[in-house]
């Protein structure tokens, strides 16, 4: 039952994630009602439940028939998922109350996650609104831990640093400034050992998927690759993974 809700809970927020995905990097108003992209009349709040009136609605605008976005669809059930995973990577988490600290700012960061990861990878744009979510929910993750508050700030300083020297040697060509900051936050989050092994998994990644694309001659999209949505793989990777898979390297 928990996990029924707590997928419908995801879903719901998912809707919210994705106005943010398109609104936030474009500077449009968060608030205000969805209108269509191209025929610009508002869509009403039955057209407006997530995934069910996309499918009701065949992928298609209810005036000018036009197809859907993908996005909204798969961000909606995405984040279900993700919530849905969560709560199953965390067992306590069923036995006891989903309102503490640290299921909350997960929660939270995640959620932040998802609109970075979509919106750089959409925009090449990770806006400062999102960072600044994604920072006040790390502070409250890290809450519990303030003793060693000098240790995670060290640690972001320490992550950012080769990604602010990329941004800085390349002139801004292979990564923006929202990439450095989003690697600082990486840092403060897990501690600079499992940050770099976060920097690790994102720069392979990126390398895979650049690779994939030139087989698949795909040149005018390796060009335009965003690397957040990598630091995004990275990042949940070793705040998930982390301490397993650095337990089997040697230092
Ligand atoms: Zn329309």
């Known amino acids: 039952m928990t996990s029924l809700f707590l997928f419908f809970i995801g879903v719901t927020i998912g809707s919210f994630l994705n106005v943010l995905i398109d ?7 968060i608030t ?6 191209y025929c610009k009349k508002k869509i009403a709040w039955y057209d407006l439940i997530p995934i069910i009136s996309f499918i009701l609605l065949k992928g298609k605008c209810r005036y000018c028939h036009k197809k859907l976005s993908f996005q909204y669809p798969l961000v909606e059930f995405l984040t279900g998922i993700v919530f849905l995973g969560f709560m199953i990577y965390d067992s306590r988490f069923v036995n ?6 640290k299921s909350i700012s997960t929660l939270g960061i995640l959620s932040c996650l998802i609109v970075i ?5 959409k925009y090449h744009l990770i806006s400062d609104y999102i960072l600044l979510a994604l920072f006040v929910f790390s502070i409250l993750f890290r ?3 303030i003793s060693h508050l000098a240790f995670y700030l060290v ?3 320490m992550v ?3 990604i602010y020297l990329i941004y800085d040697l390349s002139k801004e060509r292979a990564m923006g400034l929202g990439d450095v900051y989003l690697s600082a936050i990486i840092g ?3 501690g600079w050992k499992a940050g770099y092994l976060a920097l690790y998994i994102s720069f392979v990644t990126g390398a895979f998927f650049g690779i994939l694309l030139i087989f698949l001659k795909n040149k005018k999209m390796k060009s335009k690759i965003a690397f957040g949505p990598f630091l995004v793989v990275g990042l949940i990777t070793a705040m998930f993974f982390g301490d397993k898979i650095l337990s089997l390297i040697r230092f």
């Not at 205000?32 to 992209?37: K, L, M, N, Q």
């Not at 990861?117 to 990878?121: L, R």
């Open 155 to 157: 640690s972001g300083l």
């Open 23 to 29: 609104r936030l990097p474009n500077d449009e108003p």
């Open 143 to 145: 809450l519990p831990s």
């Open 117 to 121: 990861f979509f919106s750089d990878f």
């Open 96 to 101: 006891s109350s989903i309102f503490n600290l």
């Open 160 to 162: 950012a640093g080769p």
């Open 188 to 190: 403060f989050l897990v």
């Open 32 to 37: 205000g009602r969805s209108h269509c992209d």
